[in-house]
């Protein structure tokens, strides 16, 4: 494996960077003061400022998006209280690398030099080797700096995180990218863009500024003539596709979102982010299974026609495949959002399982059990059952509990919807109840 730690890399001072370097290496910031966007951390009252004016920093987890600064924030670190600067990326190294860096931070330390280690994409590695830092970051031999695009909470262990504090970067807005474009025009002159096109070029970044950087590059070495409007812009450039990983915390934010977006009665937020599922590749079946979940536990009774909306569009959408089916799944979503909203299904079915756990295997009452055998009959099974079809108005009021367990009311109709009238029958019926049988 090539030397992650070679003699080349400056230590406790600027990078020298080549004029062929990217733009986005020439544009890197020289000084903390030159991060764009993460004022609240860099500033003189963020967290960095601090134990910068202190002189003293402690182990810090850097949680943030794709290119918002924090390699360089890091590597700058380093530079504003004088300590060694070393880095790993967690893609490409493993145990003999991280000794390796132990080990030359040992020799440092005993020529009086502190170490900052600065370790890139952090949560790849294993519990294992993540709780291989403990004891060098006990004994102050590094101060680690990691570097997530992951949320900590999920991905790094729980005594690692105990030792660092965790600063979380902002994804970088339009005002903040704009900057950049004006620190590339000074470096590389005027972009080939109309205003339009340099706002549509921004919002294509996404809040990535390593991403604008590089499509700006992309403008540059064409030679463009004529200033791009944004139609020229969108066929010349492609657009950066949305930060989204299945099966990471992007994809239950954004299915949280939805689903209280939902729930309140928001169908137009609700919308946006189901768009920004599908847009971003998500399973269209997956959303589908959501929206039934969001049927049950949230509309219910209320509209019971809610249920039946969402297994038609998975039907719909099955039938048709993808784009026309995805139609279907924006009905029923609209049709979920607008719909009355009531828990009192998802309530009972808390409460009532709850009951059946404590109350064990409580024998229902005689009346209401079958008598398939005749030794059954003779022991009382079935004795006194009143057939509901006979009683007057088609309801005997009998009582259904067993003889050791009060009876419980776990489903309360709302007064939104269908519930309402499902409210009134309980309510007649409890009258008749107390009526027959006091």
């Given at each position: 494996?090539?030397d992650?730690f070679a003699d080349?890399v400056?230590?406790?001072a600027p990078?020298?960077?080549s004029e062929d370097?990217?733009?986005?290496d020439?544009l890197?910031?020289?000084?903390?003061d030159?991060?764009?966007?993460q004022?609240?951390?860099t500033g003189?009252?963020g967290?960095?400022g601090?134990m910068?004016s202190?002189?003293?920093?402690?182990?810090?987890?850097?949680?943030?998006p794709p290119?918002?600064?924090?390699t360089?924030?890091a590597?700058?670190l380093a530079?504003?209280?004088?300590m060694?600067y070393e880095a790993?990326s967690a893609?490409f190294s493993?145990v003999?690398?991280?000794?390796?860096?132990?080990?030359?931070?040992?020799?440092a330390?005993?020529?009086?030099?502190r170490?900052?280690?600065?370790?890139?994409e952090?949560?790849?590695?294993?519990r294992a080797?993540?709780?291989?830092?403990?004891p060098f970051v006990e004994?102050?031999?590094?101060?680690?700096v990691?570097a997530?695009t992951?949320n900590?909470?999920?991905?790094?262990?729980a005594?690692?995180l105990s030792?660092?504090q965790?600063l979380?970067?902002?994804r970088?807005?339009?005002?903040?990218l704009?900057?950049l474009?004006?620190?590339a025009?000074?470096?590389?002159g005027?972009?080939?863009l109309?205003?339009?096109?340099?706002?549509?070029?921004?919002?294509?970044?996404d809040?990535?500024g390593?991403?604008?950087?590089?499509q700006?590059?992309?403008l540059?070495a064409a030679k463009?003539?004529?200033?791009?409007?944004?139609?020229a812009?969108?066929?010349f450039?492609q657009?950066?596709v949305?930060?989204?990983?299945?099966d990471?915390?992007?994809?239950?934010n954004?299915i949280?979102?939805?689903h209280?977006?939902?729930?309140?009665?928001d169908?137009?937020?609700?919308?946006?982010y189901?768009?920004?599922?599908l847009?971003?590749?998500?399973?269209?079946?997956?959303?589908?299974r959501?929206l039934v979940r969001?049927?049950?536990?949230?509309i219910?009774l209320?509209?019971?026609q809610?249920?039946?909306?969402?297994?038609?569009?998975?039907?719909?959408?099955?039938?048709l495949g993808s784009p026309?089916?995805?139609?279907?799944?924006v009905q029923?979503?609209?049709?979920?959002a607008t719909?009355?909203?009531?828990?009192?299904a998802?309530?009972?079915q808390?409460?009532?399982?709850a009951?059946a756990?404590?109350?064990?295997s409580l024998?229902?009452?005689m009346?209401?059990?079958?008598a398939p055998t005749?030794m059954?009959k003779k022991?009382?099974?079935g004795?006194?059952?009143t057939?509901d079809?006979?009683?007057e108005e088609?309801?005997?009021?009998d009582?259904?509990w067993?003889?050791?367990?009060?009876p419980?009311?776990?489903?309360q109709p709302?007064?939104?919807?269908?519930?309402?009238?499902?409210?009134?029958?309980?309510?007649y019926?409890?009258k008749?109840?107390r009526?027959?049988?006091g």
């Amino acid at each position: 494996m090539a030397d992650l730690f070679a003699d080349d890399v400056p230590q406790n001072a600027p990078d020298v960077v080549s004029e062929d370097a990217p733009l986005a290496d020439r544009l890197r910031p020289r000084s903390l003061d030159e991060v764009i966007g993460q004022e609240h951390l860099t500033g003189p009252e963020g967290a960095i400022g601090r134990m910068v004016s202190a002189g003293k920093l402690s182990s810090m987890v850097l949680w943030g998006p794709p290119g918002t600064g924090k390699t360089s924030i890091a590597r700058l670190l380093a530079d504003a209280v004088g300590m060694r600067y070393e880095a790993v990326s967690a893609v490409f190294s493993g145990v003999a690398d991280l000794k390796k860096a132990f080990a030359a931070a040992e020799q440092a330390q005993k020529a009086g030099q502190r170490t900052l280690l600065f370790v890139d994409e952090i949560h790849r590695f294993n519990r294992a080797q993540q709780d291989g830092f403990l004891p060098f970051v006990e004994r102050g031999l590094v101060t680690l700096v990691g570097a997530t695009t992951e949320n900590p909470s999920f991905e790094l262990n729980a005594a690692l995180l105990s030792r660092a504090q965790v600063l979380v970067l902002h994804r970088l807005d339009a005002g903040a990218l704009g900057k950049l474009l004006d620190r590339a025009e000074v470096l590389e002159g005027p972009l080939p863009l109309t205003d339009a096109a340099r706002e549509a070029l921004v919002a294509t970044a996404d809040g990535d500024g390593r991403f604008l950087l590089n499509q700006a590059e992309t403008l540059y070495a064409a030679k463009i003539e004529q200033p791009l409007d944004p139609a020229a812009l969108g066929q010349f450039l492609q657009r950066r596709v949305a930060v989204y990983d299945k099966d990471r915390e992007g994809h239950y934010n954004l299915i949280s979102a939805l689903h209280k977006a939902v729930r309140g009665s928001d169908p137009q937020a609700a919308l946006y982010y189901m768009a920004r599922m599908l847009v971003a590749g998500e399973e269209p079946l997956f959303v589908a299974r959501r929206l039934v979940r969001m049927a049950v536990e949230d509309i219910g009774l209320a509209d019971p026609q809610a249920l039946t909306q969402c297994m038609a569009a998975k039907e719909a959408y099955q039938f048709l495949g993808s784009p026309e089916g995805e139609l279907a799944l924006v009905q029923a979503c609209i049709y979920l959002a607008t719909a009355p909203k009531s828990n009192a299904a998802y309530k009972a079915q808390k409460a009532s399982f709850a009951s059946a756990r404590e109350t064990g295997s409580l024998m229902p009452p005689m009346n209401v059990v079958n008598a398939p055998t005749g030794m059954m009959k003779k022991l009382g099974y079935g004795a006194g059952y009143t057939y509901d079809h006979d009683a007057e108005e088609g309801f005997s009021g009998d009582d259904y509990w067993p003889a050791d367990m009060e009876p419980q009311t776990y489903y309360q109709p709302v007064e939104r919807g269908f519930e309402r009238e499902i409210a009134k029958r309980l309510d007649y019926w409890e009258k008749l109840r107390r009526e027959r049988h006091g």
